[in-house]
C-alpha cells in the first residue's frame, strides 16, 4: 500500500508559477514511477507527466512541454511538478499517481492522491 499527499496548489495569475509536492508513504514507494494527471471542470482527466523510478526517464503532455518540470527526490520520497508560464487553461484539480510502470495512461497507475487544486486566473 502506498499513500500519496499533494500540496502546493493555489490561485496565482497567468504567467506565474507554482511548484507542486506529492509526498509518498508505503511500502517501496521509491521504486515506484510516477506521474501527474489533472482535470479541469466538466473534462476528463488528462495526463501532463510521468517520470521514472529513477528520475531518468520524463514524459510531457505537448501541452506542459517546457513549461512544467517533473522531478523526484527518492530520498524524501517526494515527487515534484514545477510549473511555469502558467496560463487559465492549466486550471484543474492536478493528481499525483504512482504505479510500476511509467507510462502516459491513467490505466497504468495503481495509487493516487487527494488531488491539489491550481486556479490560474487571466
Known amino acids: 500500500q502506498v499513500q500519496l499527499v499533494e500540496s502546493g496548489g493555489g490561485l496565482v495569475q497567468a504567467g506565474g508559477s507554482l511548484r507542486l509536492s506529492c509526498a509518498a508513504s508505503g511500502r517501496a514507494s521509491s521504486t515506484y514511477a510516477m506521474g501527474w494527471f489533472r482535470q479541469a471542470p466538466g473534462k476528463e482527466r488528462e495526463f501532463v507527466a510521468a517520470i521514472s523510478w529513477g528520475g531518468g526517464s520524463t514524459y510531457y503532455a505537448d501541452s506542459v512541454k517546457g513549461r512544467f518540470t517533473i522531478s523526484r527526490d527518492n530520498a524524501k520520497n517526494t515527487v515534484y511538478l514545477q510549473m511555469n508560464s502558467l496560463k487559465p487553461e492549466d486550471t484543474a484539480v492536478y493528481y499525483c499517481?504512482?504505479?510500476?510502470?511509467?507510462?502516459?495512461?491513467?490505466?497504468?497507475?495503481?495509487?493516487w492522491g487527494q488531488g491539489t487544486q491550481v486556479t490560474v486566473s487571466s
Open positions: 499517481a504512482t504505479g510500476r510502470a511509467t507510462t502516459t495512461q491513467a490505466s497504468g497507475y495503481v495509487y
